[in-house]
């Protein structure tokens, strides 16, 4: 998610669309391979089948599924925005927001171990919305790149701070269907990102399309707001401790 949009604006600049998904073809098969080499203890079933979502992870898939939206805005439309701004390498933006996600997410994993979940997710949902604004309104490359930079930050800090509160919120033998509640929440958020603020983009134009797109940012905000203070009875990291 971080590199391939790099990797994918350059390669498709430099050799082409046709080559640029003739390779991405490739390492889809080197993906299947590596996954049938995969070994792994059988895992035994604890207790009845439950349902296929699972209800305590919503809020964080609710959560994933506005910032998602956001990403996707950023994946689909991002390199047409940059040309249309006059910048020749769009992918500079990916790439400063690769590092910026790789960096920070060691940071944000230690920071909610020791801290809890608010000092990792208002500061990152925070960053998200605040790189979103930049964005819309930059007029000079510089600005792109601080974008991109905030961006990274937020994402990388938020994304696996969901993760590991959705599985922390449930019993062991749940933790795969918290997962799969969260991950569906991320994917219908890229999704629908692409396709809505395609359409608002149609009307306004990139730049504006940003600026209302930090309206994602701003509801994750208030929802993880407004699940902290529905979990009274947490512990010190935040996070139910009577999972559900």
Known sequence: ???????????????????LFNLAGLWALLGLVLAYSIRYRPVQAAGPRG???????????????????IYGGIVAFMTLYALERGISNPGVYFSVFAVAVIVVRPIAGMLYDR?????????????????????????????????????????????????????????PQRRGTATATLTLGADFGIGTGAMLLGLIAQTVGYATMYLYSTAGGIIALILYIWYEYHTAGSDESGVRVDSQ
């Open 1 to 19: 998610m971080t590199i391939g949009p790099a990797a994918g604006v350059f390669i498709g600049v430099q050799w082409g669309f046709p080559i």
């Open 115 to 171: 801290l809890g979940l608010r000092v990792v997710m208002v500061p990152g949902l925070l960053l998200v919305t605040l790189s979103m604004l930049i964005l819309g309104l930059s007029h000079h490359p510089a600005l792109f790149l601080v974008s991109g930079i905030f961006m990274g930050l937020g994402f990388g800090a938020t994304q696996p701070t969901l993760q590991a509160m959705a599985i922390t919120v449930v019993d």
């Open 51 to 69: 349902s296929l979502i699972e209800p305590a992870a919503l809020p964080f898939a609710a959560i994933s599924f506005c910032c998602t939206t």
